[in-house]
């Protein structure tokens, strides 16, 4: 079992739609990223957490520490927003890990 | 803009071909890094490096070796190509914080590099 699953691994959403993503962790973690790759393969980091909420712009990111679980929401998804979402984990040894990624398409 | 560059973004090399792929950061970052991307495998860290001349193996250094000459370049060695390192390949630059190494904060990664090894 990998130790950050995200789900759904693939999502098709109409424009307009509130998109949600998790991601399950199962080590102890110091810091958890969202990251955003588009076609092409560039990578942007959107987000990190260590507790609590973010927010920027159309994208909301949270995390409950206890649970091991963090999500990341887009409200009012546009076909722009088609990217690959990637979760991943500050081990608390140092080492980041990555999950698979959920493959967002928006159609218009 | 900030950037970090990877020579190529396609590249195609023969079974037991040396290959280099080279990566340039602008932003005088003290820490870069070597991940490679798979299908259902998600991104595996392959070496970092945190100061000139500085390495550490990652989660996945067999088959690879790196070098890091300058502070703004570090380049991936794969020293005789197979085919099952035919993936995408990602470079990826981050500061330092108070001075120590940290492996999060406040990357930035290039575009990437899809290598296929034939």
């Known amino acids: 079992k990998n130790e950050v699953e995200q789900s759904p691994q693939n999502l098709t959403a109409q424009e307009g739609e509130f998109i949600t993503i998790n991601c399950s962790y199962s080590v102890g973690i110091s810091a958890l990223h969202w990251l955003q790759q588009h076609p092409g393969g560039g990578i942007v980091s959107l987000f990190m957490?260590?507790?609590g909420k973010k927010k920027h712009g159309r994208l909301i990111a949270t995390i409950n520490i206890q649970e091991k679980h963090s999500s990341l929401h887009i409200t009012a998804s546009h076909p722009r927003d088609s990217a690959v979402y990637i979760c991943a984990v500050r081990h608390q040894g140092g080492k980041l890990i990555f999950g698979q990624g959920t493959e967002l398409s928006v159609k218009p | 803009d900030v950037k970090v560059t990877q020579s190529s973004r396609y590249l195609v090399k023969r079974t037991g071909e040396k290959v280099f792929l080279e990566c340039v950061q602008d932003?005088?970052?003290?820490?870069m890094f070597w991940y490679r991307q798979d299908p259902g495998l998600g991104l595996r860290l392959i070496y970092f490096?945190?100061?000139?001349?500085?390495?550490e193996k990652g989660d996945i250094p067999e088959g690879y070796s790196v070098s890091r000459e300058k502070k703004e370049r570090f380049s991936l060695i794969l020293e005789s190509a197979s085919t099952n390192q035919t993936s995408m390949y990602l470079c990826?630059?981050?500061?330092?914080?108070?001075?120590?190494?940290?492996?999060?904060?406040?990357?930035?990664f290039g575009s990437g590099t899809r290598l296929t090894v034939v």
């Open positions: 957490l260590s507790s």
């Open positions: 990826a630059s981050n500061p330092s914080i108070s001075g120590r190494p940290t492996l999060t904060y406040g990357y930035t």
């Open positions: 932003m005088d970052h003290e820490n």
């Open positions: 490096s945190y100061d000139v001349k500085m390495k």
